[in-house]
């Protein structure tokens, strides 16, 4: 199985993606076309990288003092698949799995009652970032997200109880420098 990706390779050491050091997985192809994105760029279906999973999981046999998987992109919800392996690969060498994507959390539970991989995946998310960026809801003082409408997302109690459960943890946490991130931009 292929995937395409944004960056063709893993990137490691990201300090701004997630909770810890994290690797982030960027991938290709995006609907959302939210005004004022960061990465235009990935929003084409056709550019980037078509890349082998299996070539993939030898870059995550490779990683060293990484605390987790982060996917982002574009949407990776548009190529759950692929996306599930890898966080499935990387889930059983200790690294928990963060997902960032354009759409809510209610949106992909629908969505996944006729594309059952969507389940599949979430299945292996801890935590989901959720909702389109909103450029007039941009904010630098939310951390790990770029406008105040996303929301960090417990995945397994989500699932569990099938509400949207919120992870508060985060709300009162001021953003630094180190922890500044406008949603998808990782040049
Ligand atoms: S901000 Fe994210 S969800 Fe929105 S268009 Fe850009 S990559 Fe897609």
């Known amino acids: 199985m ?4 944004a960056v ?13 050091i994290r ?7 995006c609907p959302h076309h939210c005004p004022g994105c960061h990465n235009p760029e990935t929003h084409s279906f056709t550019d980037g990288y078509e890349v082998e999973i299996e070539n993939l999981f ?19 919800m ?5 996306c599930t392996l890898l966080a499935r690969y990387g889930r059983k060498r200790g690294l928990d799995i963060w997902c960032y994507t ?5 949106e ?3 969505m996944s009652k006729y594309k059952p991989a969507i389940l599949d995946f979430l299945k292996e998310i801890d935590v989901l970032i959720d909702g389109k960026f909103m450029l007039e809801q941009k904010s630098f003082d939310v951390i790990f997200r770029g406008s105040k409408n996303q929301r960090i997302i417990d995945i397994p109690k ?13 709300d009162n946490i001021e953003k630094n420098n180190k922890g500044r991130k406008n949603h998808y931009m990782y040049v």
């Open 102 to 106: 354009g759409f809510k959390y209610e």
């Open 2 to 5: 292929t995937i395409r990706l």
């Open 23 to 29: 690797s982030v997985i960027w991938t290709q192809g």
């Open 108 to 110: 992909l539970i629908e």
């Open 158 to 170: 989500s699932l569990e109880t099938k509400k949207t459960i919120l992870i508060s943890k985060y």
């Open 78 to 82: 548009m190529q759950p698949e692929a």
């Open 8 to 20: 063709p390779y893993i990137q490691k050491d990201s300090i701004v993606d997630g909770e810890g």
């Open 58 to 76: 030898e870059e995550l046999d490779k990683l060293e003092s990484q605390n987790g998987i982060t996917f982002s992109g574009g949407d990776p």
